[in-house]
Antibody, heavy 120, light 107 residues
Framework: PQLQESGPGLVRPSETLSLTCTVS??????????WAWVRQPPGKGLEFLGS???????YYNPSLKSRVTVSVDMSKNQFSLRLSSVTAADTAVYYC?????????????WGHGTTVTVSS | DIQMTQSPSTLSASVGDRVTITCRAS??????LAWYQQKPGKAPKLLIY???SLESGVPSRFSGTGSGTEFTLTISSLQPDDFATYHC?????????FGQGTKVEIK
C-alpha cells in the first residue's frame, strides 16, 4: 500500500490549507484501518492533527479542533485535510498515515510528506 | 489529555553501543504504544507496536518494553544506519499523541 499527499505548497495567512491523500493498493473502506494526518514543523516533533474511520467517525487534536476538518471520499479512495485560518505557525511538512488495527494503531504506512509554507 | 515525555532529547553514542530511550505517559496507557524511526527528510518508519511487538522487517537489535506509564526502546548494538530521531506514540480512542522525539547522534 502507498499513500500520496497532494495540494498547494504555499498558502496565504488567514486562508484555508487543503490537502488530499490518495490511497493506492488497498481500499480506504477497510475496517482494519484509520486514516490520519500528522505534521512536523521545521526542526520540531510530530503532531497529530486528525483522523477518520471509513464510517466517517472523526477525531481531532483538541488544540486545533476548531480549525481542522478531515473527510473521506471512498469513491476516489482518498481522504482530505482542511485547516482554516492558517498562520506562519502552520508551516510544516504534512504527512498522511495509516494507523492499523493489526498494529495496535501504530501507523504502519506513511506518505512521503508535503511541505506547506504559510506566507504572503 | 495524556502527555508523552521522551528522554533524553539528544543522545550521543558510538557504533556498537547499547542505547536506551525512555517514554513516559502522564497516566497509565496499558500497552498502547508505538515507536518510530525518522531520518532527515523522510517519513517516520514504524519499529515497534503494542509496546513490544517488532514490526515486520525491522532488525532484531531493536526491542521495546514497558507497560502502564513507562516504556523503553532499546537498540542492542547501534549500527551506522541507526543514527536518526526516534518518536514514541500513544493511541487512545481515535486520538494519537507523540513524544517530542529523541535524536541519536554520532559520538
Amino acid at each position: 500500500p502507498q499513500l500520496q499527499e497532494s495540494g498547494p505548497g504555499l498558502v496565504r495567512p488567514s486562508e484555508t490549507l487543503s490537502l488530499t491523500c490518495t490511497v493506492s493498493s488497498g481500499s480506504i473502506s477497510s475496517s482494519s484501518y484509520h486514516w490520519a494526518w500528522v505534521r512536523q514543523p521545521p526542526g520540531k516533533g510530530l503532531e497529530f492533527l486528525g483522523s477518520i474511520y471509513y464510517t466517517g467517525t472523526t477525531y481531532y487534536n483538541p488544540s486545533l479542533k476548531s480549525r481542522v476538518t478531515v473527510s473521506v471520499d471512498m469513491s476516489k479512495n482518498q481522504f482530505s485535510l482542511r485547516l482554516s485560518s492558517v498562520t506562519a505557525a502552520d508551516t510544516a511538512v504534512y504527512y498522511c498515515a495509516r494507523p492499523s488495527g493489526d498494529h495496535y494503531y501504530g501507523m504502519d504506512v506513511w506518505g512521503h510528506g508535503t511541505t506547506v509554507t504559510v506566507s504572503s | 489529555d495524556i502527555q508523552m515525555t521522551q528522554s533524553p532529547s539528544t543522545l550521543s553514542a558510538s557504533v556498537g553501543d547499547r542505547v536506551t530511550i525512555t517514554c513516559r505517559a502522564s497516566q497509565t496507557i496499558s500497552n498502547w504504544l508505538a515507536w518510530y524511526q525518522q531520518k532527515p527528510g523522510k517519513a517516520p518508519k514504524l519499529l515497534i507496536y503494542q509496546a513490544s511487538s517488532l514490526e515486520s522487517g525491522v532488525p532484531s537489535r531493536f526491542s521495546g518494553t514497558g507497560s502502564g506509564t513507562e516504556f523503553t526502546l532499546t537498540i542492542s548494538s547501534l549500527q551506522p544506519d541507526d543514527f536518526a530521531t526516534y518518536h514514541c506514540q500513544h493511541y487512545n480512542s481515535y486520538s494519537y499523541t507523540f513524544g517530542q522525539g529523541t535524536k541519536v547522534e554520532i559520538k
